[in-house]
């Protein structure tokens, strides 16, 4: 398995769509496995090629990033972002 970098992650062909796979399990293979989050902080949601994603991440400068990868998921025309953050580290700067 090949590792990649974050800047790697942001390009637009970062994920790529298998055959016979559902958005939603795209997108939720990204949130688990991409990012490691725990399945039961986040919820995915997907209407019509939009992905409203919901819940808690650990911090805020996983907001955009996550973000960022749902989008570049083939097929993908919007991603609501109804997410929350335990911890602000954008702040502390």
């Known amino acids: 398995m090949r590792h990649r970098s974050v800047a790697d992650l942001m390009t637009p062909t970062a994920?790529?769509?298998?055959?016979?796979?559902?958005f939603k399990e795209i997108v939720e293979?990204?949130?688990?496995h991409t990012?490691?989050?725990s399945p039961p902080a986040l919820?995915?949601?997907?209407?019509?090629?939009?992905?409203t994603l919901s819940g808690t991440v650990r911090r805020r400068s996983l907001v955009p990033v996550l973000l960022r990868l749902c989008n570049s998921v083939d097929g993908v025309?919007?991603?609501v972002d109804r997410?929350?953050?335990?911890?602000d580290d954008l702040s502390r700067k």
């Open 77 to 79: 025309v919007g991603v």
């Open 83 to 87: 997410l929350t953050y335990e911890d």
């Open 29 to 32: 293979d990204v949130v688990t």
């Open 15 to 22: 994920v790529s769509v298998v055959p016979g796979t559902t």
């Open 35 to 37: 990012l490691r989050l």
């Open 43 to 51: 919820s995915v949601e997907v209407a019509d090629g939009r992905v």
